[in-house]
């Protein structure tokens, strides 16, 4: 970080670009340029055999083989993928259903709220894990299914944020300016109301694509997410678990989970203490 | 506050009634047939059979029918018969939360303990290499993959070092009388049997760090933001004017008050505890309901997953019942009513 002293240097940097945001950026652009690039770097295939089984780490395969002889290196960069795609499609369908929602709740008031917010605390009744794995039981495996179950955990967190939001931002002068000037019902919640509403969305987005990767793993891990050809890393980790004494099975893609999650927290984290005054320290 | 109390608790019933009802839902919608559960293959193209099972277990009745049959025998606590176990749910669970709240318990108090000392330590330090360290440790704790931090700690430190043993509750050749409490600790201390003790926590030890770790960054982090707001106030500065020693201010004035705000997130992290249980047992073959949560999803075992999932959202709820209450009493200052919601 910068020192106190560099004054004239300070508009060089936005506020919000901190240290623990840079450090966040850094690492998520890392595991989205090994999504985007893994197959350019000539690895082996992840999906096919390609050296003798449960090989320890070696020149060759940096991260040994697991036990169908396949590359763990290349297994963990191919895993980028359906990690970051589980986590952007869950948060931003959870975002889009729960804003929409909530909007309309805290917007219309009357039985639409009443019914949204009871549905509301009973999703939230549930442990988050017990729920999704319940809810992805039912489905049966799969990633799209796994998928489907964290959005249903999820909706509700932004549901209740985004109402509470609505119902402080419509009491403001400027709204009722506007509904004094006949702005009619539509444009109003969308212009006037909902785009002062996304700051705390936005941040509560970020972090919790980190928690999100890690839940998705975690159901994979379990067996109801990704089936097994595919290189992902709570499914390799689940592989790794029964291979005990050849830990490198599962030391890639566990070092990947815990790297990708702690980076999107670092940037939640440093996001929040910036934008939210309150917890300004 | 009285008021608010009371319509927390009538507020209670109502919301397990829309948890049983999102049970229900789900139990409705799911593939798994619950008839090829009960029936055999063969038997399959025996009409006979198959309405003699379906009479059997209701499954000739209508939906409506069938969902308050669902509730009753729910608020009697019956949570229906295990595919895979071919026993109740409800006889199953019991057996097996003694294990899963032995295994909270400790990681509770392991997070607790050393999320309050770090950020104490880092609200004292602040922004030194102490607090950023803190706050690396507490972020790592909440990014981990329990699932696979226990496995890595497990090889390290059982079969690399041999420090500690393997996974299991107790050594796989030790056989003591269950006692009455089912907490191998408690029951232990109670038996006077310090061996049995010894082992049982030399096996609590790594799945109660493991799942703690998560606990202790949440911890740390508020008590940190909480005692810099109370290190400012004037009643400290008064503290200090009158010269109590560094140690007596941080801990005797600062913390006391710093705590109020930490009591609701020791009760909310409960939900956290109760995540990580299950992913935490399955990795060191706890034989708790996180593991038989885990088992029964794997076998699509509905109605053992459906009611873990109902016992553990009852849990949550009653919990966090008492940490707003405990929250309302311990903290004057807020005063609940009059908003909606």
């Known amino acids: 970080m910068a020192e106190a002293g560099a004054a004239p240097r300070r508009a060089a940097r936005p506020a919000w670009l901190t240290a623990p945001v840079i450090l966040g950026l850094i690492v998520v652009s890392f595991w989205i340029a090994a999504a985007l690039s893994a197959d350019l770097w000539g690895l082996a295939d992840p999906l096919r055999m390609v050296a003798r089984r449960l090989q320890p780490p070696s020149a060759e395969h940096w991260l040994g083989t697991d036990a169908l002889g396949r590359d763990v290196l290349s297994r963990t960069l191919h895993g980028a993928r359906f990690s970051l795609l589980i986590a952007v499609v869950v948060v931003g369908v ?26 509301v605390d009973v999703v939230l009744a549930f442990p988050p894990v017990l729920l999704a794995m319940a809810v992805a039981a039912t489905l049966g495996p799969g990633l799209e299914n796994a998928a489907v179950a964290l959005i249903a955990v999820w909706w509700p967190v932004y549901a209740r944020l985004m109402r509470g939001q609505v119902l402080e931002v419509r009491t403001r002068e400027h709204v009722e300016a506007a509904v004094a000037c006949g702005v009619r019902p539509a444009r ?42 595919t290189p992902e890393w709570g499914a390799m980790i689940s592989a790794g678990a029964t291979q005990f004494y050849s830990w490198w099975i599962a030391f890639g893609p566990g070092m990947a989970i815990l790297t990708i999650v702690l980076g999107f927290n670092f940037l939640g984290d440093g996001l929040r203490d910036v934008l939210d005054a309150r917890s300004e320290r | 506050m009285i008021g608010y109390i009371l319509r927390r608790l009538l507020a209670m019933p109502l919301l397990l009634l829309g948890v049983a009802t999102a049970a229900f839902f789900l139990s409705q919608v799911t593939k798994a047939d619950p008839l090829s559960a009960v029936v055999g293959e063969r038997q399959m193209n025996n009409p006979e059979i198959v309405a003699a099972a379906k009479a059997r277990w209701g499954l000739d009745r209508s939906v409506p029918e069938r969902y308050v049959i669902y509730v009753v025998n729910l608020a009697q606590g019956d949570f229906g018969t295990s595919f895979r176990t071919r026993r109740p749910v409800a006889e199953d669970i019991a057996a097996r939360l003694p294990a899963t709240l032995e295994l909270v318990l400790f990681a509770m108090l392991f997070g607790v303990t050393s999320g309050v000392a770090l950020g104490v330590a880092a609200a004292h330090w602040r922004d030194s290499w102490i607090d950023h360290a803190a706050r690396l440790f507490a972020l790592i704790g909440s990014s981990m993959p329990v699932f696979w ?193």
Not at chain 1, 190 to 219: E, F, R, Y
Not at chain 2, 313 to 330: E, G, M, P, Q
């Open chain 1, 188 to 229: 109003l919640l969308w212009k006037h109301i909902l785009s002062l509403c996304w700051t705390p969305v936005l941040i509560n987005a970020t972090m919790d694509v980190g928690q999100v990767i890690l839940l998705a793993a975690a159901l994979s891990f379990i067996g109801l997410g990704a089936t097994p050809p």
């Open chain 1, 94 to 119: 959870a975002v889009a259903l729960g804003s929409l929602l909530g909007a309309l709740a805290g917007f219309l008031g009357g039985w639409v709220e009443t019914g949204v917010m009871r549905l």
């Open chain 2, 149 to 341: 931090t226990g496995l890595i700690l497990l090889y390290v430190l059982s079969v690399a070092l041999g420090w500690l043993p393997g996974p299991g509750r107790m050594d796989a050749r030790a056989a003591f009388e269950p006692g009455p409490t089912g907490f191998h600790t408690v029951d232990a201390v109670l038996a006077g049997d310090w061996r049995r003790l010894g082992m049982a926590l030399s096996h609590l030890v790594l799945p109660a760090f493991v799942l703690g770790w998560a606990v202790t960054g949440i911890i740390s982090r508020l008590v940190r933001g909480s005692m810099l707001d109370v290190l400012e106030q004037d009643y400290v500065r008064t503290a200090r004017a009158k010269g109590a020693g560094e140690r007596r201010v941080l801990f005797g004035h600062a913390l006391r008050n710093a705590m109020i705000p930490t009591l609701t997130i020791i009760g909310h992290s409960f939900a956290y505890l109760i995540t990580g249980a299950v992913l935490t047992e399955t990795i060191f073959a706890w034989p708790g309901i996180g593991s038989y949560a885990v088992d029964s999803a794997r076998t699509l075992d509905h109605p053992a997953i459906i009611g873990v999932t109902l016992v553990g959202a009852a849990a949550f709820l009653l919990s966090n019942l008492a940490t707003d209450i405990a929250y309302a009493v311990f903290n004057p200052r807020i005063e609940y009513g009059g908003g909606r919601g």
